[in-house]
Nanobody, 123 residues
Framework: QVQLVESGGGSVQPGGSLRLSCAASGSTYNYNAMGWFRQAPGKEREGIAAIYTAGGSPYYADSVKGRFTISRDNAKNTVYLQMNSLEPEDTAMYYC????????????????WGQGTQVTVSS
C-alpha cells in the first residue's frame, strides 16, 4: 500500500506561481514513477508532468512545458510541482500518483492516487 498526500494548492492571479507537494509513504519502492495529473470540470484527467524515481529527464505535457517543473526529494519521499506563469486554463484539481509504468503521462498506468488539491487561477 502507498499513501499520497498533496498540498500547496490555492487561488492565484494569472501570471502567478504555486508549488505543489506530494508526500508519499508506504511501499513506494515497488514503483518506478511519480506523476502529476489534473482534471478540470467536464474534462478528462490529463498527465502534465512525471518523473522516474531513479532519475532521468522528466516528462511534460505540451500545455505546461516551460512553465511547470517537476522535482523530487527521494530522502523525503516527496515530489514537487513548481507552477509558474499560471493561466486561467490551469484551473483544475491536481493529483499526484505513483505506479510502475513506462508511459509516464498516461493516468491509467498509475496505481495509487492522492486525494487532490485544487488550483484556481482567476483575476
Amino acid at each position: 500500500q502507498v499513501q499520497l498526500v498533496e498540498s500547496g494548492g490555492g487561488s492565484v492571479q494569472p501570471g502567478g506561481s504555486l508549488r505543489l507537494s506530494c508526500a508519499a509513504s508506504g511501499s513506494t519502492y515497488n514503483y518506478n514513477a511519480m506523476g502529476w495529473f489534473r482534471q478540470a470540470p467536464g474534462k478528462e484527467r490529463e498527465g502534465i508532468a512525471a518523473i522516474y524515481t531513479a532519475g532521468g529527464s522528466p516528462y511534460y505535457a505540451d500545455s505546461v512545458k516551460g512553465r511547470f517543473t517537476i522535482s523530487r526529494d527521494n530522502a523525503k519521499n516527496t515530489v514537487y510541482l513548481q507552477m509558474n506563469s499560471l493561466e486561467p486554463e490551469d484551473t483544475a484539481m491536481y493529483y499526484c500518483a505513483t505506479g510502475f509504468t513506462f508511459t509516464l503521462l498516461r493516468p491509467n498506468t498509475y496505481k495509487y492516487w492522492g486525494q487532490g488539491t485544487q488550483v484556481t487561477v482567476s483575476s
